[in-house]
């Protein structure tokens, strides 16, 4: 990594916004600080810069955007401000860093990577459960042709409902303000895997419905089915009408090929049957700073924040591009325009989001030497 400083800003200082704080602390010793938080509650904001010794706080973001000691920002914002905010960004040269999903629609995701293409900044999304182990062992194992070629692929998730208008997030769910329901906020990390491990969608049939309760815009129970470019199938059946309270005890995910398979259940490898002589890799991720294990769900933010640093100060191409943000909101509208319709949704052709390149395959950058872990 480079020698000189490195300044972060978070804007937006939510429940999220700790689990980024630790990633950029992570680097301290690398030279990343820090600089700066915003949120229009600025009591929130000064609690989290109190939490990480961050000297500056501001009500407004364009405060922040406007310092020169800070090169990259995490957008942690809901939804409805994603784009807005990255534009803004873009604009005061910062690299983004941007909470999932990428956009509320297709045109505000081509807005944001025209925006950041303009001024050369990096723009990445947060897929934090890429950076569970076990996620990284099956693509590298998928990258490596131990499963052969991939036929299928199925996802099943249930969770508990959210977007509750009496919770901390009231916007979730709500026509205007979040991109859609159970789909883009939770499911959407498990579509991202789906797709990560067996490539990008083709087409799309879809059904929707709201069969927990009234008064939510979007949907709380979904099931996609997906034909691959590749040529292989895939299914994905979400619900949060489920009395579980987090992302990992009702999901499992299964990828089968023409030499084995896995099964993943709460980002953990639970049966894998893979080529013969083929071994799957231990992962062996960085130590994480004490006290970033209470982070909610995991380290993957954590990790991820690492290696998208890591990327831009090397001037790589960030682990979790735009490009496949922009790919799965392309998914999820085709799914929704399938549900109203009852019928299948081709996906135009953009062979850049979820190859090898842009998506990376399974290799961090988090301990150095390009490759990272994989060499």
């Given at each position: 990594?480079?020698?000189?400083?490195?300044?972060?800003?978070?804007?937006g200082?939510?429940?999220?916004?700790p689990?980024?704080?630790?990633?950029?602390?992570?680097?301290?010793?690398?030279g990343?600080?820090?600089?700066?938080?915003?949120?229009?509650?600025?009591d929130?904001?000064?609690?989290?810069?109190?939490?990480?010794?961050?000297?500056?706080?501001?009500?407004?973001?364009?405060?922040?955007?406007?310092?020169?000691?800070?090169?990259?920002?995490?957008?942690?914002?809901?939804?409805?401000l994603?784009?807005?905010?990255?534009?803004?960004?873009?604009?005061?040269?910062?690299?983004?860093?941007?909470?999932?999903?990428?956009?509320?629609?297709?045109?505000?995701?081509?807005?944001?990577?025209?925006?950041?293409?303009?001024?050369?900044?990096?723009?990445g999304?947060?897929?934090?459960?890429?950076?569970?182990?076990?996620?990284?062992?099956?693509?590298?194992?998928?990258?490596?042709?131990?499963?052969?070629?991939?036929?299928?692929?199925?996802?099943?998730?249930?969770?508990?409902?959210?977007?509750d208008?009496?919770?901390?997030?009231?916007?979730?769910?709500?026509?205007?303000?979040?991109?859609?329901?159970?789909?883009?906020?939770?499911?959407?990390?498990?579509?991202?895997?789906?797709?990560?491990?067996a490539?990008?969608?083709?087409?799309?049939k879809?059904?929707?419905?709201?069969?927990?309760?009234?008064?939510?815009?979007?949907?709380?129970?979904?099931?996609?089915?997906?034909?691959?470019?590749?040529?292989?199938?895939?299914?994905?059946?979400?619900?949060n009408?489920?009395?579980?309270?987090?992302d990992?005890t009702?999901?499992?995910?299964?990828i089968?090929?023409?030499?084995?398979y896995?099964?993943?259940?709460?980002?953990?490898?639970?049966?894998a049957?893979?080529?013969?002589?083929?071994?799957?890799?231990?992962?062996?991720?960085?130590?994480?700073?004490?006290?970033?294990?209470?982070?909610?769900?995991?380290?993957?933010?954590?990790?991820?924040?690492?290696?998208?640093?890591?990327?831009?100060?090397?001037?790589?191409?960030?682990?979790?591009?735009?490009?496949d943000?922009?790919?799965l909101?392309?998914?999820?509208?085709?799914?929704?325009?399938?549900?109203?319709?009852?019928?299948?949704?081709?996906?135009?052709?953009?062979?850049?989001?979820?190859?090898?390149?842009?998506?990376?395959?399974?290799?961090?950058?988090?301990?150095?030497?390009?490759?990272?872990?994989?060499?």
């Amino acid at each position: 990594m480079g020698g000189e400083g490195f300044g972060y800003g978070i804007i937006g200082c939510g429940w999220v916004a700790p689990a980024h704080a630790w990633g950029v602390r992570a680097l301290e010793p690398a030279g990343v600080r820090l600089v700066a938080v915003a949120d229009q509650d600025v009591d929130r904001a000064e609690g989290l810069a109190h939490d990480f010794n961050v000297p500056h706080v501001y009500a407004d973001y364009h405060d922040l955007l406007r310092r020169p000691d800070v090169q990259a920002v995490s957008i942690c914002l809901p939804d409805f401000l994603h784009c807005e905010a990255t534009v803004a960004a873009a604009a005061a040269s910062k690299h983004v860093l941007c909470e999932k999903p990428l956009a509320r629609s297709l045109s505000e995701a081509d807005g944001m990577i025209a925006a950041c293409e303009r001024r050369g900044v990096a723009l990445g999304l947060i897929m934090n459960h890429r950076y569970f182990p076990d996620n990284l062992r099956t693509k590298r194992a998928i990258r490596d042709g131990a499963l052969g070629r991939v036929l299928m692929g199925s996802v099943v998730h249930s969770s508990a409902l959210t977007g509750d208008p009496s919770g901390t997030s009231p916007w979730r769910g709500r026509r205007g303000l979040a991109a859609g329901g159970i789909l883009t906020t939770q499911a959407i990390h498990f579509l991202d895997l789906l797709l990560w491990f067996a490539g990008p969608a083709r087409a799309v049939k879809a059904w929707t419905d709201r069969l927990v309760r009234d008064g939510q815009d979007y949907e709380d129970t979904a099931v996609l089915a997906l034909q691959l470019r590749s040529g292989a199938l895939a299914t994905l059946a979400t619900t949060n009408g489920a009395p579980i309270t987090d992302d990992f005890t009702g999901t499992r995910l299964e990828i089968h090929g023409t030499e084995g398979y896995v099964v993943l259940e709460g980002d953990r490898l639970r049966l894998a049957s893979v080529r013969s002589g083929y071994a799957l890799q231990e992962i062996q991720l960085p130590p994480a700073p004490p006290g970033a294990g209470e982070v909610v769900f995991g380290l993957g933010h954590v990790y991820e924040v690492m290696d998208f640093v890591t990327a831009v100060r090397q001037g790589a191409r960030p682990p979790v591009p735009g490009g496949d943000g922009r790919h799965l909101m392309a998914v999820l509208t085709a799914a929704y325009a399938s549900a109203r319709g009852e019928r299948e949704v081709g996906l135009e052709d953009r062979p850049a989001a979820y190859t090898e390149l842009s998506a990376g395959d399974g290799d961090l950058l988090i301990q150095g030497g390009g490759r990272g872990l994989g060499e």
